[in-house]
């Protein structure tokens, strides 16, 4: 066994799974508090790939980029939220699924009719572009330690949001009891623009931090979105901390299983056949890793206390 | 005066009948989602193609109707029968995708029409499944890596390591550089496409593997990210990377954007590049300059030609579009003026064609493009031309 | 206000419509030589069967099942297979061309899947039952992909059409009927189920599940039964579909395919006979419209789905009572 391969493979899984948090934390905002089911949140997140990307050939720096296109994915988001979102609340899940199905259609052919369907490469400071050797041996892209970096600084002020201001009490007293709040005088209705508004932001930043990775390109949303419902089911929906460890886990595994599964694989198999089989048995993996789950425990990993 | 006039009456008279069909064209390409950036370029070298021959084949007006595959096979195959059962085409030409082409080429050939790829070549086509009535402008999946591990050869490069999507193409491509590269092959993965555009366990592999290079097909964005990724790993010292189909006319207007000037220089395999001397290919590039503001990419040079080959075969019967034999043996002369050069046809109906080494450079503007570095292949045909009845 | 029966006739009327319709205008327009219009109506109509048997557990049964393609691909890949052996030789047990056996085969494997998947999946509730029956879906999309002898992510062309006494169903106008009959089954074979004992149960408990329960109903093995029955129902149309499109690829049981079939049944209206066939009926014409007209047909095609579920609700068929926005 390399253990010096195994350890990077685990950062690279460690830091997909963060990026797959970022994603995963606005989704189960939005769907604890809202119980709102968005399917166009991976719609936001291409969105703010395309935003950071042309600030960042606007303002020649991707630093300044992400920092302005962050405040206008939140802006799209709380627009959002106010002319679509808002007059859903009251309907099923399933009506929920259909609009922002339909939402996404429009997102998408939007994007494309705006920025064409060529996809755009974002470039890097030469700061973030290189590596860092953390380990003789063991050398690392520094975007992706920056990305590790980010989703942790993330991770702990959401933890912080939400358990200690009084903007993370109202979230939670919101999501239980919505007259007790309206009755402290607060507006409700503002509230839950400003919770999507906040999980618009964290979609966008997840696509703006892997525009320099793999482009920003349309329909990247669609890819995510599954992964990131998977997530917040497996960690128990609403539960920040559950999507957190969901999120990790699952990043985990599907890098570990794309390193490892087809040496595995042709073990037994030839070498041909394992090379087909291992990628899709390790995209398999996440959603054997659901099913299991919910099988054990209906409600997720860490089912929210307050429902 | 009047004899003259009636004269002419009766010619048109008797002509008219035979000549009041046009010649129409189902064009499948991909014109939504991320891909559409290819189907665009194709869909600009074709309407192109239609201006240089004014609209016309042997005098007959040339209906074109495009077709979205929408970068599914099950699209392209539904698209293909409604070209063929409601359009009632004469050609279907075009298929970017290889999955795309196996899925729609029964529809096709069951109905006795003409296929013509002007990219896709999948190996059973080449093979087992070659038809009478399908032509490839473009090359057998595996010749360009053929051609790239000729080259890794004479480069004298001992050992790589291969990274490639996990599909029909993909697994052609990989094939076909295993065929002809000597040294070793230190380690493989095929990755989930289109979807999977994050390839850092790969490269993590890759690196581990102790490989002397690095060889990759990536056609389309998946191309951009994986050079992004290949370049934030900083490989490009112990690990030099060859590419099949990864770098494009497309693809580099973006790069130079971007600022990522570890493309330059780089080398790829082709059977076709802007800078070959002939009058065709000269008219087709400055022509496609011009009028688009960008080099074509060789998905345009291919989709060009295609189009010259169906004149061809329209002309070779003088406009009989019934007479599918003349215009069969027609096309399989190749006795048209193609953008890369003359070439002939192998029983297969897969051109035996040269492959160029193709270079990186900037170009008088300043413009990203590539030039030829020398000539890998002559007259190279694919392997899978043996397994294949036809004669 | 309408009495139940005057509403009963103007439903019967319009399905009795509408099926009318669906039997006489895509034969006429093939014999008028259009043969396309009778393909896409194929497709059409087999998408409804599909749609037909997700009603029964989404509409009566208040299952929302986000896997259903899955049986779709079962069944398909249950015709492809076989043939595919035949043609190209190895794995004598299962080559075959024979009708009878690839359905047989298909229903087994769908009613299978149904029971073991839906055993696990029923235990769950709301949105995670939406997500662990797109979860199984999801594995039966990958187990597809892995197959590299059958195409892996390409899918696989089907050279020969399963052969059954009595219809050539190489022939379009005799799959169309084929099509058609089955679709007429299927709504029959559901409105009985739905009026029977059996149904009243599984309708009842979708409102209130506790109190069918402590009638001394086992709601779990109701709607398990449903769920089975609705699995076959679409593992069939799943078979017709590789007959009907000689194509079968992973993609048939991808997510996007189950929400395509969820959109049908809730475009047309939920737990009705017609609904799930208008819904078919507007999404796959309205798709051919479209995407004619425009590549950008995805963009009026989104705003027209978030308008059917703001303004209409009851989905096309409640727009035609004239039901809106009840809540």
């Not at chain 1, 390399?2 to 799974?17: A, E, K, P, R, S």
């Not at chain 1, 901390?241 to 299983?257: E, P, R, S």
């Not at chain 2, 951009?224 to 370049?231: R, V």
């Not at chain 2, 048209?336 to 046809?345: D, I, Q």
Request: aromatic share 12%; charged share 15%.
């Amino acid at each position: 066994m390399d253990y010096t391969l195994l350890f990077i493979q685990t950062l690279n899984g460690v830091q997909l799974g963060l990026l797959l948090f970022l994603v995963a934390s606005g989704l189960t905002l939005v769907f604890g508090i809202l119980d709102f089911v968005n399917l166009a949140h991976g719609s936001i997140y291409m969105l703010g790939a395309f935003i950071s990307a042309s600030l960042t050939f606007l303002t020649g720096n991707f630093v300044v980029a992400v920092l302005l296109a962050l405040p206008i994915t939140g802006a799209i988001g709380y627009l959002i939220e106010r002319v679509l979102v808002r007059r859903l609340y009251a309907r099923n899940h399933l009506d929920h699924v259909l609009a922002t199905f339909g939402l996404i259609l429009v997102i998408d052919t939007t994007v494309q009719i705006l920025w064409g369907p060529a996809g755009i490469s974002v470039p890097l400071p030469a700061w973030l572009n290189g590596q860092v050797e953390l380990f003789p041996g063991v050398v690392m892209p520094t975007f992706r330690l920056a990305i590790i970096g980010a989703g942790l600084v993330v991770a702990a002020g959401l933890f912080w949001l939400v358990n200690h201001t009084r903007l993370g009490m109202l979230i939670r007293a919101g999501a239980s009891n919505s007259t007790m709040v309206s009755a402290l005088g607060v507006d409700i209705k503002t509230l839950f623009s400003l919770v999507f508004a906040l999980g618009a932001m964290l979609a966008g930043l997840a696509g703006m931090l892997i525009a320099p990775i793999t482009e920003a390109s349309i329909n990247m949303g669609g890819e995510v979105i599954i992964t990131a419902f998977v997530v917040i089911i497996v960690g128990g929906i609403g539960s920040m901390k559950g999507a957190f460890v969901a999120a990790i886990l699952i990043g985990l595994i599907d890098t570990l299983g794309r390193s490892f599964l087809d040496d595995l694989f042709a073990l037994f198999m030839s070498q041909n056949a394992a090379e087909t089989a291992a990628p899709a048995i390790s995209a398999m993996l996440i959603y054997i890793l659901m099913a299991v789950i919910l099988a054990l425990r209906p409600q997720g990993l860490f089912p929210p206390k307050v429902r | 005066m009047k004899r003259l006039l009636s004269a002419a009456l009766a010619a048109t008279m008797l002509t008219t009948p035979a000549f009041a069909r046009e010649v129409k064209i189902g064009f499948v390409t991909t014109l939504t989602t991320g891909a559409a950036v290819i189907g665009n370029d194709i869909k600009k070298a074709v309407d192109l193609a239609m201006e240089h021959i004014g609209g016309k084949m042997a005098g007959l007006d040339v209906k074109l109707i495009y077709a979205d595959d929408g970068f599914k096979p099950e699209i392209g195959k539904q698209v293909t029968d409604k070209l063929i059962k409601q359009e009632n085409v004469d050609f279907v030409a075009g298929y970017i995708w290889s999955n795309v082409l196996l899925a729609s080429r029964k529809s096709v050939l069951d109905s006795g029409k003409f296929l013509i790829s002007a990219n896709a070549g999948p190996s059973p086509l080449a093979g087992k499944l070659c038809n009478k009535n399908f032509f490839s402008t473009s090359w057998q999946n595996d010749q360009t890596p053929m051609a790239m591990g000729e080259y890794l050869n004479q480069k004298g490069v001992k050992s790589i390591y291969i990274i490639a999507p996990n599909y029909a193409a993909g697994k052609n491509m990989v094939a076909g550089v295993q065929r002809t590269f000597k040294g070793k092959i230190l380690g493989k993965d095929m990755t989930t496409w289109p979807t999977q555009l994050d390839f850092s366990a790969e490269l993590a592999k890759a690196k581990a593997s102790g490989a002397e290079a690095l060889w990759v097909f990536y056609p389309g964005k998946a191309g951009g990210a994986f050079m992004k990724q290949y370049q934030q790993a900083g490989l490009k010292d112990s690990m030099p990377l060859y590419t099949s189909f990864t770098i494009d006319a497309l693809s580099l207007p973006k790069f130079q954007a971007a600022g990522f000037n570890d493309v330059l220089g780089s080398k790829f395999t082709q059977e076709w590049d802007p800078s070959l001397d002939n009058p065709q290919n000269k008219r087709f590039v400055a022509d496609f300059k011009a009028k688009y503001g960008s080099y074509p990419s060789f998905y345009a040079a291919q989709a060009y030609d295609s189009i010259f080959l169906i004149k061809s075969a329209v002309e070779g019967v003088k406009g009989n579009l019934d007479d599918i034999d003349g215009m069969r043996a027609a096309m399989k002369s190749a006795n048209f003026p193609s953008v890369r050069g003359k070439f002939t046809y192998g029983n297969n109906h897969f051109p035996i064609q040269n492959f160029y080494l193709r270079e990186v450079v900037k170009d008088a503007d300043g413009n990203w493009t590539t030039k030829v570095a020398k000539t890998v292949y002559k007259n190279n045909q694919d392997p899978y031309a043996a397994q294949c009845p036809l004669k | 206000m309408k009495t139940p029966l005057q509403a009963m006739t103007k439903t019967g009327w319009i399905t009795a419509a509408v099926l009318l319709l669906l039997g006489v205008v895509p034969p006429l327009l093939m014999w008028m030589g259009n043969e396309f219009y009778l393909l896409l109506s194929t497709r059409l109509v087999i998408l409804a069967v599909a749609a037909v048997s997700l009603n029964l557990i989404l509409g009566y049964g208040g299952m929302a099942s986000f896997g259903h393609a899955a049986f779709i691909g079962i069944g398909a890949y249950a015709m492809g297979i076989p043939v595919y052996h035949e043609f190209y030789g190895g794995a004598e047990a299962i080559a075959s061309t024979n009708g009878w056996f690839q359905i047989g085969l298909a229903v087994g494997a769908s009613a299978l899947f149904a029971l073991i998947t839906g055993a696990i999946s029923l235990r769950t509730k709301g949105v995670y039952f939406i997500m662990i029956t797109m979860a199984f879906a999801q594995m039966v999309f990958y187990l597809f992909q892995s197959l590299d002898e059958y195409g892996g992510d390409d899918g696989l062309v089907i050279e020969m059409r399963s052969e059954l006494p009595w219809i050539n169903l190489d022939d379009p106008l005799q799959m169309y009927f084929l099509a058609f009959g089955t679709l007429l089954v299927t709504m029959l074979l559901v409105h009985l189920i739905v009026n029977s004992r059996f149904g009243m149960v599984l309708r009842v408990a979708k409102g209130n599940d506790e109190r069918v329960v402590t009638l001394g109903y086992n709601t779990y093995l109701y709607r398990l039964t449903a769920y089975v029955i609705a699995g076959v129902i679409a593992g069939f149309a799943g078979w017709m579909m590789a007959n009907f499109s000689s194509f079968i690829s992973p993609s048939m049981t991808g997510w996007t395919r189950s929400g395509d079939l969820m959109f049908m049944v809730i475009l047309g209206g939920t737990a009705t006979a017609l609904g799930p066939v208008l819904g078919a009926a507007a999404f796959v014409l309205i798709e051919e419209a479209l995407s004619s007209v425009t590549v950008y047909w995805n963009l009026p095609f989104g705003l027209m789905l978030i308008g059917v579920v703001l303004f209409a609700r009851g989905g096309l068929l409640g727009m035609l009572h004239g039901r809106r926005g009840d809540k």
